[in-house]
Nanobody, 122 residues
Framework: QVQLVESGGGLGEAGGSLNLSCAISGVTEGTYCMGWFRQPPGKEREGVAAMVSVGRTYYKESVKGRFTISRDNYRNILYLQMNSLKPEDTAMYYC????????????????WGQGTQVTVSS
């Protein structure tokens, strides 16, 4: 059974940093594309960062240079390091794996975490 559990969200300040973690079980990381999505209040969910394979990462334009996606294959954890936070980064953040869109378009199955809230104050 595939499970993705996010943690690390909370309240951050503009210009500050937060590091999100996603504990993964039941997924062979070498097989699945993985990424982070977010859904701002009142808006649709959007892709933020994707790791298609080792060394192949993609980012939403507005987070390039500020956010970094990485994963610890030994501990089966996916990370999203968020620096230089802005109030517009406020959203529910989701970890996902598989055919989730946003550069991860192979296959037919997608898996999603339950989300972790990030709120950035100005």
């Amino acid at each position: 059974q595939v499970q993705l559990v996010e943690s690390g969200g909370g309240l951050g300040e503009a210009g500050g940093s937060l590091n999100l973690s996603c504990a993964i079980s039941g997924v062979t990381e070498g097989t699945y594309c993985m990424g982070w999505f977010r859904q701002p209040p009142g808006k649709e969910r959007e892709g933020v960062a994707a790791m298609v394979s080792v060394g192949r990462t993609y980012y939403k334009e507005s987070v390039k240079g500020r956010f970094t996606i990485s994963r610890d294959n030994y501990r089966n954890i996916l990370y999203l390091q968020m620096n230089s936070l802005k109030p517009e980064d406020t959203a529910m953040y989701y970890c996902a794996a598989g055919a989730i869109g946003f550069f991860c378009n192979t296959g037919t199955t997608a898996f999603w975490g339950q989300g972790t809230q990030v709120t950035v104050s100005s």
